[in-house]
């Protein structure tokens, strides 16, 4: 692709999300998802409006460092990208940092019985020969389960913490209504729109203008 620059998205538009179409239209432009991502910048996202829209806003410092996807997009994408959003009427594309981890799931598979070990290693030292008896063949199942998950999330946070810095446009809320953070959802770091918050995104095609996004919902 010529010409083309990195985005960052962490709502709707991300894979499996409810406007994932928008991107993988090739109808409207060209994209290629480059990986997962994090902003340097912490930022308060959350979930708002009867049509369950995921904002960010542009209130850098405050909130979480926000989980997205960053995508190599063409002009014709881009521009797509910005009718979508309603730049600049709207959302405000700017340019800030995001981190690309180096580690890939390839690397976690790899590690993986290194893991399996390493429960065994921190587990039966605490347990006397008795006990260990009786409880090595649970090691390989309920500890695991349970400890794994764990350790999986500290892989993770080091993929995230130790990558690659990369400039990314991304778009943030300039200025929002009271009724936003009255009636928006806790911040959250990585949106879903099936997640537990139990508030899924409502498609707004009968969104007509601002103030259809803070009308209660019948």
Not at 6 to 19: A, D, M, Q, S, W
Request: proline share 6%.
């Amino acid at each position: 692709m010529s010409a083309t620059s990195l985005i960052f998205v962490y709502g709707t538009l991300k894979t499996n999300e409810p406007n994932y179409d928008v991107m993988t239209n090739i109808s409207t432009g060209k994209c290629r998802l480059i990986g997962c991502g994090r902003t340097v910048e912490r930022f308060p996202l959350l979930i708002a409006s009867k049509f369950n829209i995921p904002f960010c806003l542009q209130q850098p410092g405050i909130g979480h460092r926000i989980h997205g996807e960053v995508y190599e997009v063409d002009e014709a994408k881009m521009n797509t990208l910005d009718e979508f959003e309603a730049h600049p009427l709207f959302y405000k594309r700017q340019l800030q940092q995001v981190m690309l981890p180096l580690l890939d799931r390839q690397v976690q598979q790899v590690m993986s019985p290194l893991l399996d070990r390493q429960v065994q290693q921190v587990m039966l030292p605490l347990l006397d020969s008795q006990v260990q008896q009786a409880m090595s063949p649970l090691l390989n199942g309920q500890v695991q389960q349970a400890v794994l998950p764990l350790l999986d999330r500290q892989v993770r946070q080091i993929e995230m913490d130790s990558g690659e810095l990369q400039m990314a446009w991304i778009y943030l809320l300039p200025s929002w209504k009271p009724e936003l953070l009255q009636e928006g959802s806790e911040l959250m770091e990585n949106y879903s729109s099936k997640g537990s918050h139990g508030r899924p995104y409502v498609s707004s095609e009968s969104c007509e203008c601002e103030e259809d996004l803070w009308k209660r919902a019948n």
